[in-house]
């Protein structure tokens, strides 16, 4: 009979014996259940399962270690699996996994815009399973499945309309020991490493867990180097460098002025003069309290995106009232504002405010959000999509990656999404910014976990860059984060708060913004390989 599940045949045979020579020992051998190593039922269990536990390692669970745990179980149930099934696996992995994390889109996009967007991303991941399945064919097969979950990130980062990045590996690692792999390469690297444990813990479990018999001599042998191998993982990052030396310090303010009405409100024409006017207010109460002596004079004080939607240009009551704001305090002030363009558009961007000179040196935003700040193919989605009628007209993205100079320090300016993509960061870095500013407004999204997900990118780009970073949100959170990741202060969710500390400024590289794109790309082309020699193996046997 065949026992359900192992698929380990007993009885007798007619002839020889019922195992020929080792009728004595029967074997369970990987690829024996139907064709992989769980049931199709199992199997599609483990993917649902396995998404969930993933989502659980992000904000705002944060449960960091049940990443490889979760990617650890899509890898054990696509484990030789045929390819279209896999695809489902890695389906159904990706619709538990983005579902709930991006669920902070349903507030501020829809539910049509979230259901969407977790469907596209869904999908990159039905390719990625069937991926694994191919690779899972070939010996070492945990480092060429951590390279295609790389790989499958890439791709997911720059396609369609520039790509987007969230729910990455490396996002969910921002505090614990694998961090530390972000300095030596980038979020890519510990995306790699995380995947890699996770495919070294199926192997343990596998061998350790299940009875000897099933799999053979060898068993505890592998399946404890499988283990020992985590553990390397996990320790080998204290052995990996630590931020780079300062070179000097400074001390600055970011303030957070909070916004009057959550969620779709913000987008009231309305609230705009609310909103400037709040964090005129908590600048002037700054000013106030440096006056007596209980604050330290900021070199410069951050505003955050969106603080003024209005064109200081344009407007003289704004010019006024910014001015106003800028002389009381003494100091130039980084503002985020919406800058008019002669041909209707606009631009998303951070401008220098000085005291004596006013409107200064400008950073505007590179990488825009499709559908948020632009609207592609406008005429054919809008009517389907009613509130795109509220992004009433599209931005222009800028392209100058060069830090701006405020009171002698060069400051890298990303704005808000953009400190989820690994290349606009790293232009700041290398351009010379000392310290970096992600200016951010996350009203919309109300007290969802989005802006909690976006500070855990943050102080991976502080650990990956070695740079201090400083977050200014309209509604929170606004953070102060230092070069190891560690946050130095922070302030709480739709409150009023200034922040104001002395900051570490650098100009040494560290490994990761020298080394660039290219741990992802020599990843990504492994993964590549290791799909092909995984389709030509399967094809050969």
Same mark, same amino acid.
């Given at each position: 009979?065949?026992?359900?599940?192992?698929?380990?045949?007993?009885?007798?045979?007619?002839? &020889?014996?019922?195992?020929?020579?080792?009728?004595?020992?029967?074997?369970?051998?990987?690829?024996?259940?139907?064709?992989?190593?769980?049931?199709?039922?199992?199997?599609?269990?483990?993917?649902?399962?396995?998404?969930? @536990?993933?989502?659980?390692?992000?904000?705002?669970?944060?449960?960091?270690?049940?990443?490889?745990?979760?990617?650890?179980?899509?890898?054990?149930?696509?484990?030789?699996?045929?390819?279209?099934?896999?695809?489902?696996?890695?389906?159904? %992995?990706?619709?538990?996994?983005?579902?709930?994390?991006?669920?902070?889109?349903?507030?501020?996009?829809?539910?049509?815009?979230?259901?969407?967007?977790?469907?596209?991303?869904?999908?990159?991941?039905?390719?990625?399973?069937?991926?694994?399945?191919?690779?899972?064919?070939?010996?070492?097969?945990?480092?060429?499945? *951590?390279?295609?979950?790389?790989?499958?990130?890439?791709?997911?980062?720059?396609?369609?309309?520039?790509?987007?990045?969230?729910?990455?590996?490396?996002?969910?690692?921002? *505090?614990?020991?694998?961090?530390?792999?972000?300095?030596?390469?980038?979020?890519?690297?510990?995306?790699?490493?995380?995947?890699?444990?996770?495919?070294?813990?199926?192997?343990?479990?596998?061998?350790?867990?299940?009875?000897?018999?099933?799999?053979?001599?060898?068993?505890?042998?592998?399946?404890? *180097?499988?283990?020992?191998?985590?553990?390397?993982?996990?320790?080998?990052?204290?052995?990996?460098?630590?931020?780079?030396?300062?070179?000097?310090?400074?001390?600055?303010?970011?303030?957070?002025?909070?916004?009057?009405?959550?969620?779709?409100?913000?987008? /009231?024409?309305?609230?705009? /003069?609310?909103?400037?006017?709040?964090?005129?207010?908590?600048?002037?109460?700054?000013?106030?309290? @440096?006056?007596?002596?209980?604050?330290?004079?900021?070199?410069?004080?951050?505003?955050?995106?969106?603080?003024?939607?209005?064109?200081?240009?344009?407007?003289?009551?704004?010019?006024?009232?910014?001015?106003?704001?800028?002389?009381?305090?003494?100091?130039?002030?980084?503002?985020?504002?919406?800058?008019?363009?002669?041909?209707?558009?606009?631009?998303?961007?951070?401008?220098?405010?000085?005291?004596?000179?006013?409107?200064? &040196?400008? %950073?505007?935003?590179?990488?825009?959000?499709?559908?948020?700040? %632009?609207?592609?193919?406008?005429?054919?989605?809008?009517?389907?999509?009613?509130?795109?009628?509220?992004?009433?007209?599209?931005?222009?993205?800028?392209?100058?990656?060069?830090?701006? /100079?405020?009171?002698?320090?060069?400051?890298?300016?990303?704005?808000?999404?953009?400190?989820?993509?690994?290349?606009?960061?790293?232009?700041?870095?290398?351009?010379?910014?000392?310290?970096?500013?992600?200016?951010?407004?996350?009203?919309?999204?109300?007290?969802?976990?989005?802006?909690?997900?976006?500070?855990?990118?943050?102080?991976?780009?502080? @650990?990956?860059?070695?740079?201090?970073?400083?977050?200014? &949100?309209?509604?929170?959170?606004?953070?102060?984060?230092?070069?190891?990741?560690?946050?130095? /202060?922070?302030?709480?969710?739709?409150?009023?708060?200034?922040?104001?500390?002395?900051?570490?400024?650098?100009?040494?590289?560290?490994?990761?913004?020298?080394?660039?794109?290219?741990?992802?790309?020599?990843?990504?082309?492994?993964?590549?390989?290791?799909?092909?020699?995984?389709?030509?193996?399967?094809?050969?046997?």
């Amino acid at each position: 009979m065949v026992v359900a599940g192992l698929g380990v045949r007993r009885g007798r045979s007619r002839g &020889a014996g019922a195992y020929g020579p080792r009728a004595d020992r029967p074997r369970l051998r990987l690829g024996q259940t139907g064709h992989g190593l769980l049931s199709t039922r199992t199997a599609l269990a483990c993917s649902v399962a396995g998404g969930l @536990v993933t989502y659980a390692a992000f904000p705002p669970f944060a449960l960091r270690p049940l990443a490889p745990a979760g990617v650890g179980l899509l890898l054990a149930a696509t484990h030789r699996q045929p390819l279209r099934r896999s695809a489902l696996l890695g389906f159904a %992995y990706g619709l538990a996994f983005f579902v709930p994390l991006l669920s902070w889109l349903q507030g501020g996009a829809g539910t049509n815009a979230w259901l969407i967007l977790a469907l596209l991303e869904a999908l990159v991941l039905a390719v990625s399973g069937a991926a694994l399945a191919l690779v899972s064919r070939l010996p070492g097969w945990p480092v060429w499945a *951590a390279a295609v979950w790389v790989g499958q990130e890439a791709v997911r980062g720059r396609f369609p309309f520039g790509g987007f990045t969230w729910g990455r590996l490396g996002f969910s690692q921002d *505090a614990g020991p694998l961090l530390r792999y972000a300095a030596a390469g980038g979020a890519p690297l510990v995306t790699f490493v995380v995947a890699l444990a996770a495919g070294l813990l199926v192997v343990a479990i596998r061998r350790l867990v299940a009875l000897r018999w099933m799999f053979g001599d060898g068993s505890v042998t592998v399946g404890g *180097a499988a283990l020992l191998g985590v553990v390397a993982l996990v320790a080998g990052g204290a052995f990996l460098p630590g931020p780079p030396r300062p070179d000097r310090a400074t001390t600055v303010a970011v303030v957070q002025g909070n916004v009057p009405r959550l969620g779709l409100a913000s987008f /009231d024409p309305r609230q705009q /003069d609310a909103v400037v006017r709040n964090h005129v207010e908590a600048t002037l109460e700054l000013a106030a309290e @440096v006056d007596a002596g209980r604050l330290p004079r900021p070199a410069f004080v951050v505003w955050p995106e969106n603080s003024t939607d209005r064109d200081p240009r344009a407007d003289p009551a704004m010019r006024a009232t910014i001015e106003a704001a800028s002389a009381r305090i003494g100091v130039p002030i980084l503002v985020g504002a919406v800058l008019d363009r002669s041909d209707g558009k606009a631009e998303n961007a951070g401008v220098v405010w000085d005291p004596v000179t006013g409107f200064g &040196a400008t %950073y505007v935003k590179r990488h825009l959000v499709p559908f948020g700040e %632009y609207v592609p193919f406008r005429k054919v989605v809008q009517p389907w999509f009613g509130r795109l009628a509220l992004v009433a007209h599209d931005f222009v993205r800028g392209h100058d990656a060069r830090p701006l /100079d405020i009171a002698g320090t060069r400051v890298g300016d990303v704005i808000c999404f953009e400190v989820a993509y690994d290349g606009l960061v790293r232009d700041s870095v290398r351009n010379g910014a000392e310290v970096l500013v992600v200016q951010t407004n996350n009203a919309t999204f109300g007290r969802s976990a989005l802006t909690r997900q976006q500070l855990a990118m943050s102080r991976v780009r502080a @650990v990956e860059h070695g740079r201090a970073v400083l977050v200014a &949100a309209t509604s929170g959170i606004s953070a102060v984060v230092a070069p190891d990741g560690s946050t130095v /202060d922070s302030s709480r969710i739709f409150t009023r708060d200034l922040l104001v500390h002395e900051v570490p400024l650098a100009t040494s590289r560290t490994l990761a913004t020298r080394a660039g794109a290219w741990p992802e790309w020599i990843l990504t082309a492994l993964a590549g390989a290791a799909v092909l020699a995984g389709a030509w193996r399967g094809r050969r046997s």
